[in-house]
């Protein structure tokens, strides 16, 4: 059970990425139905840590806390920035004693230079992927990721990513209506995880204009139903060509590329949260059959509704 997390600061972290831990662990949410962790901030000389944006902030505690924390996370750092022998002995204990260990943004280098990626798949920022691959030759760096899992180490793209790979983990260990609840205090999308595949792809960027924004959340209301370009070109008042056109450059997809997206991102909330069989869930997202649903999940999460149902659905009280 995550119950214990230990943040460690390091000198010249970022303090968004810094944040963000403290934000989605160090909150107490129990008087809404959320977790409430014990969640301490630790580091290998307390004291005035400088961060890179030129201000300290003030650490109480030693590491002590972190040698039996049920999660270990860093947050990101200079990427040339030596890590403390005392930080890294830490991490590869966790790592050996089974705890989930997590960093954000480039704090996955900490975690190359304590050892622990080595043989295992990770990445980092997009701007840093090539050097954490030619820096650590022995980690499968992979670019084209929000987070990766290998294990229980977690590593975290860039800032928004940590927010997505802290809370799989959160719903790992808890479940989805846990992770749901922080994810609404702290006014983001709940992580859509990709199940058994570990991973999460590169999401579908959102309409950056009130017009298509309006149309599109028509688009996530009418699942369901039969939604040609023809259609959503009436509805917006423009031609079929020109519809598709502007559609693709706000969003950066196609308007059937984008709604698959929507439909798998219901219907993964279906199965977490409801009992809704197969049937119902592909004919209430758009799907029409469990079949055609099962072929988009195998495709884009690779993985199948009713693996992702096994691993992230709902508990029942026995």
């Known amino acids: 059970?995550?119950?214990?997390?230990?943040?460690?600061?390091?000198?010249?972290?970022a303090p968004f990425e810094f944040g963000v831990l403290c934000e989605v662990f160090g909150i107490d949410r129990s008087d809404t139905g959320g977790p409430n962790f014990d969640f301490h901030v630790v580091a290998a000389e307390p004291g005035a840590?400088?961060?890179?944006?030129?201000?300290?902030?003030?650490?109480?505690?030693?590491?002590?806390?972190?040698?039996?924390?049920?999660?270990?996370?860093?947050p990101a750092a200079l990427i040339d920035e030596p890590i403390d022998d005392?930080?890294?002995?830490?991490?590869?204990?966790?790592?050996?004693?089974?705890?989930?260990?997590?960093?954000?943004?480039?704090?996955?280098?900490?975690?190359?230079?304590?050892?622990?990626?080595?043989?295992?798949?990770?990445?980092?920022?997009?701007?840093?992927?090539?050097r954490l691959a030619e820096m650590f030759p022995k980690v499968d760096v992979d670019a084209d990721v929000l987070f990766v899992q290998d294990g229980k180490v977690v590593?975290?793209?860039?800032?928004?990513?940590?927010?997505?790979?802290?809370?799989?983990?959160?719903?790992?260990?808890?479940?989805?209506?846990?992770?749901?609840?922080?994810?609404?205090?702290?006014?983001v999308p709940p992580q859509r995880d990709g199940g058994q595949s570990?991973?999460?792809?590169?999401?579908?960027?959102?309409?950056?204009s009130d017009s298509f924004a309006k149309i599109t959340e028509w688009m996530i209301e009418h699942l369901d139903e039969d939604l040609t370009v023809d259609l959503?070109?009436?509805?917006?008042?423009?031609?079929?060509?020109?519809?598709?056109?502007?559609?693709?450059?706000?969003?950066?997809?196609?308007?059937?590329?984008?709604?698959?997206?929507?439909?798998?991102?219901r219907a993964q909330?279906?199965?977490?949260?409801?009992t809704f069989t197969l049937e119902e869930i592909a004919r209430d997202t758009g799907f029409g059959a469990a079949a055609v649903m099962r072929h988009h999940f195998v495709k884009v999460l690779q993985t199948t509704p009713t693996a992702y149902r096994r691993l992230f659905g709902v508990r029942v009280a026995s």
């Open 1 to 13: 059970m995550l119950q214990t997390i230990a943040c460690i600061a390091i000198p010249q972290m």
């Open 49 to 74: 840590i400088p961060t890179k944006l030129g201000f300290d902030i003030v650490v109480h505690e030693g590491l002590d806390f972190a040698r039996q924390a049920d999660l270990v996370a860093v």
């Open 86 to 130: 005392r930080v890294s002995e830490v991490l590869r204990d966790a790592v050996d004693r089974g705890a989930w260990v997590l960093s954000v943004c480039s704090g996955a280098f900490s975690l190359g230079r304590a050892g622990v990626l080595d043989g295992r798949r990770a990445t980092t920022h997009w701007m840093y992927t090539e």
């Open 155 to 187: 590593t975290g793209a860039g800032t928004a990513a940590g927010i997505d790979a802290a809370l799989h983990i959160v719903r790992t260990e808890l479940g989805a209506s846990a992770a749901n609840m922080i994810a609404r205090r702290m006014v």
């Open 198 to 208: 570990q991973f999460i792809q590169t999401p579908i960027a959102e309409c950056r």
């Open 232 to 265: 959503l070109a009436r509805k917006a008042l423009m031609s079929p060509r020109t519809f598709a056109r502007r559609f693709r450059a706000e969003t950066g997809t196609t308007p059937n590329a984008w709604l698959n997206r929507q439909r798998l991102l």
């Open 269 to 274: 909330q279906l199965l977490e949260e409801t």
